[in-house]
Nanobody, 126 residues
Framework: QVWLVESGGGLVQAGDSLRLSCVAS???????????VGWFRQAPGQEREFVAS?????????FYGASAAGRFAISRDNAKNTVTLQMKSLSPDDTAVYYC???????????????WGQGTQVTVSS
């Protein structure tokens, strides 16, 4: 089993950058590198939206939702059990609670992930 904790959210202005972190822990008998990780976000009254995902090793292609492509960058450091989401050129449309999730495949469908963090709030003012 994996426990995930997000951090780095806050209040920023449009055009600013922000870096979110997701730190994994757990007495699972399985290394962090065995899990793909995805970032999702959800604004009030809206569906959960795929943001980005990364393969177990961090190699190969990275995956981004349409709203994130070109502005966000996902990366991981398996030695530190950490996945980060670097966000730039933020707009009010990016305001949401951001969640990280771990699973077997870097899917864009949240139903394919097993473990979830509690989320971190990102608010972008105009």
């Amino acid at each position: 089993q994996v426990w995930l904790v997000e951090s780095g959210g806050g209040l920023v202005q449009a055009g600013d950058s922000l870096r979110l972190s997701c730190v994994a822990s757990g007495d699972t008998g399985r290394t962090f590198s065995r899990y793909a990780v995805g970032w999702f976000r959800q604004a009030p009254g809206q569906e959960r939206e795929f943001v980005a995902s990364i393969r177990r090793s961090g190699g190969g292609p990275l995956f981004y939702g349409a709203s994130a492509a070109g502005r966000f960058a996902i990366s991981r450091d398996n030695a530190k059990n950490t996945v980060t989401l670097q966000m730039k050129s933020l707009s009010p449309d990016d305001t949401a609670v951001y969640y990280c999730a771990a699973g077997d495949w870097p899917s864009s469908d949240h139903r394919n992930y097993t473990y979830w963090g509690q989320g971190t709030q990102v608010t972008v003012s105009s």
